[in-house]
């Protein structure tokens, strides 16, 4: 296997270069903006490939992989992705035998468990939280898995190692499994040559169920779910009689939901306190549980300091509130409150000011939830990652009677092909809150072309929004 890449952010004006392989040896290649050359030569296949690159690309202002945008050659004497997997397996699948021990294992965990669906999450939970993230790649180590009954003993694993000891376990029930070659980071493509390159990490597929699990990403990512960066994906099955090549489906939107609402308090002088939280379900739980396992311990507290010291407000109190994350649960929340002694300028005096929170860690609206898809710093790319889902973002300010809003903002309604944004303002006599919905309808992993503009559409139309000012003035 050969695979060849050339930076984008790598200037050449023209360069070349020559790869000879006996005219005996069948191969299969494929490139991707590179000349390629063949001919025979005494007795050998030559490959003379040229290639430029005069105008670079900033690689921080794209936000998909090298393998989907370089210049790439790739080489291989494996003629299709099925012959790959049978290479593949014939390497990993022996790590996946039952021993006592593992079997003694699954029946402990599923006793008295008749569901299937409900045996492999037992399982899957048991390895997640028991099983810890190790990489030992020495030799074949970085290709080959070791024994389900080894991991099981060690406790420890890398990816491909807590996939067998998964698939193993499963065996125990009579659920069959198939191991999974995916990308885990940010390559969404595959060279039609076959070959190990981009495939980085191993899941597990269950025909039976119509399910791809990653145990390695457990702690967060609940049975059933995966990582947002694994939909949409080309992947590799290993040992899976209708072939080996599928794609993951794209997440379902419906079950995404991400709601942020915000609470201020001002009183006569211009003191304000402020109540805040986030809470997410679906697969962006998972993102918003990573955040919240981070903060265990002391660190909430300390990030609450730093964030209000960077904002400008050192004299001011606030806690940031995270659960220990708990992958079973619908719905994971982080929540903050915070206070400060002085006034706030533009309250007093009756100037604009924008509703906000200080210690907000992840915006509505944002990457985080949305992907580099809603990110400003790639709006330049042609495509990037996109995933869909709901936004609700619930803002007030209570106020005393000594004072009235100026003017109510106005309403914002749109709808476009794939995404639809609603903000409604509201007034009482002691107070005024604006209450903002997004969604986001996207039918695959990446998005461009007339998606892209769009975003570019939608982004400046919600920002606009966002920035609304309101005057508190004096009765």
């Known amino acids: 296997f050969m695979t060849v890449l050339v930076p984008t952010g790598l200037v050449v004006d023209d360069a070349s270069f020559i790869i000879r392989v006996p005219a005996s040896l069948q191969v299969y290649s494929d490139a991707r903006n590179m000349n390629v050359k063949r001919e025979e030569v005494d007795g050998q296949s030559v490959y003379t490939?040229?290639?430029?690159?005069?105008?670079?690309?900033?690689?921080?202002?794209?936000?998909?992989?090298?393998?989907?945008?370089?210049?790439?050659?790739?080489?291989?004497?494996?003629?299709?992705?099925?012959?790959?997997?049978?290479?593949?397996?014939?390497?990993?699948?022996?790590?996946?035998?039952?021993?006592?021990?593992?079997?003694?294992?699954?029946?402990?965990?599923?006793?008295?468990v008749d569901d299937r669906f409900q045996q492999a999450r037992l399982i899957y939970q048991w390895i997640s939280s028991h099983i810890r993230y190790v990489a030992i790649e020495f030799g074949q180590g970085r290709l080959v898995p070791r024994s389900a009954e080894l991991v099981l003993n060690n406790g420890y694993g890398d990816c491909k190692d807590q996939a067998v000891l998964f698939a193993a376990m499963l065996k125990v029930k009579g659920i069959d499994s198939n191991l999974v070659m995916i990308n885990a980071n940010n390559a969404y493509s595959v060279a039609d040559t076959p070959t190990f390159a981009p495939f980085d990490h191993v899941i597990v597929w269950i025909p039976e169920l119509k399910h791809y699990a990653d145990p390695t990403n457990g702690r967060h990512i609940?049975?059933?779910?995966?990582?947002?960066?694994?939909?949409?994906?080309?992947?590799?099955?290993?040992?899976?009689?209708?072939?080996?090549?599928?794609?993951?489906?794209?997440?379902?939107?419906?079950?995404?939901?991400?709601?942020?609402?915000?609470?201020?308090?001002?009183?006569?002088?211009?003191?304000?306190?402020?109540?805040s939280s986030h809470t997410a379900t679906g697969d962006f739980a998972g993102r918003l549980r990573q955040i919240g396992a981070m903060m265990q311990g002391d660190n909430a507290r300390a990030l609450a300091q730093g964030i209000l010291a960077k904002a400008n407000m050192p004299n001011a109190t606030g806690a940031l509130i995270a659960p220990p994350p708990d992958v079973e649960a619908a719905d994971y929340r982080i929540s903050a409150t915070w206070a400060l002694p002085e006034p706030v300028m533009a309250l007093a005096s009756g100037t604009p000011f924008r509703m906000g929170d200080s210690l907000q860690l992840v915006p509505p609206v944002g990457p985080m939830f949305y992907g580099p898809l809603m990110d400003p710093r790639f709006m330049a790319a042609d495509m990037a990652p996109c995933y869909g889902g709901r936004s609700i973002d619930e803002q007030s300010i209570s106020f005393p009677a000594s004072r009235r809003l100026e003017k109510l903002p106005d309403d914002v309604n749109f709808k476009s092909a794939h995404f639809s944004f609603t903000s409604h303002w509201s007034q009482t006599p002691g107070g005024v809150s604006v209450r903002r919905e997004f969604e986001a309808r996207l039918d695959g992993p990446l998005c461009g072309g007339a998606v892209r503009q769009e975003v570019r559409d939608v982004l400046s139309r919600i920002l606009a929004d966002q920035s609304v000012a309101l005057v508190l003035t004096r009765n």
Do not use: C, W
């Not at 090549?245 to 379902?252: E, L, Q």
């Not at 995404?256 to 002088?269: P, V």
């Open 222 to 275: 609940p049975f059933g779910l995966l990582p947002p960066a694994e939909y949409g994906k080309d992947v590799v099955h290993i040992g899976d009689p209708s072939g080996a090549r599928h794609t993951v489906p794209v997440a379902d939107p419906s079950i995404s939901t991400d709601y942020y609402r915000l609470a201020l308090r001002m009183d006569d002088a211009g003191h304000v306190e402020a109540e």
């Open 49 to 112: 490939i040229r290639f430029a690159n005069p105008h670079p690309q900033a690689p921080q202002a794209n936000p998909l992989s090298e393998f989907d945008r370089a210049g790439r050659f790739t080489l291989s004497s494996v003629k299709d992705y099925d012959a790959l997997a049978k290479i593949y397996g014939d390497l990993a699948q022996p790590a996946i035998a039952v021993t006592p021990a593992i079997a003694a294992q699954a029946e402990a965990l599923t006793r008295g």
